[in-house]
Structures are given as C-alpha cells and as structure tokens.
C-alpha cells in the first residue's frame, strides 16, 4: 500500500516536498516513479528512482528543478519540487514496479497511491 501527501496550494516559483510511504518489507526492491495527471489531460511520468536511489530518471519538463530521492529505512521516497509553474499543477501519485524496465510508463507499474494534489498560482 503506497501513501503519498504533501501536496497543497504555492505560489509560481515556490517549492513542495511530496513524499509517498509505503507498508511491506519489499520496498527496497522496488523502482519507484512519480506520475502527474492534469485536469482533462492523460497521467505523465515525471519521476522514477532505482531500488537503492544511486539512479534517477527525469521527464524533460522537470529536469534540473525536481528530485526524486528515497529513504529505504522509512519506507519512503520524496519528490522536492523547487520552481514550481502553473503547467506543474496536477494530482501526483507515486507508483511501485518490481521489474525497472518501462519506467517512463504507467502500465508498468504494480500498485499505485491515491494521489496528491498540487496547485500552483501565477
């Protein structure tokens, strides 16, 4: 089971740190991602990490003001979002796959958390 909070209202150019928790043993073997689903539109990778966070992987759009870092002793991992835009505004969830192969894609992913919504004024 995947929790994920933080989210809440900022100003452009502010910064959020979402985090997701998660329950069970086995979440130092998984990848974890972040995905983003605006209103009206299709949900979109933002963020992936590797089972130990020594890897990475960023969407272009967030590249350089996002990091993604996982803490495996609390079960968690962290988005910190710095230089937030209006086109940031979304619901955001983070997600559990146990192969890392298609990471920038929704489908792979296993199990997912409710969501977390974030809005950012002009």
């Known amino acids: 089971q995947l929790q994920a909070s933080g989210g809440g209202l900022v100003q452009a150019g502010g910064s959020l740190r979402l985090s997701c928790a998660a329950s069970g043993r086995t979440f130092s073997s998984y990848y974890m991602g972040w995905f983003r689903q605006a209103p009206g539109k299709e949900r979109t990778f933002v963020a992936a990490?590797?089972?130990?966070?020594?890897?990475?992987y960023y969407a272009d759009s967030v590249k350089g003001r996002f990091t993604c870092f996982r803490d495996n002793a609390k079960n968690t991992v962290y988005l910190q979002m710095n230089s937030l835009k209006p086109e940031d505004t979304a619901v955001y969830y983070c997600a559990a796959d146990t192969t890392g192969w298609e990471i920038r894609e929704a489908y792979e992913y296993d199990y997912w958390g409710q969501g977390t919504l974030v809005t950012v004024s002009s």
């Open positions: 990490i590797n089972w130990s966070g020594r890897s990475t």
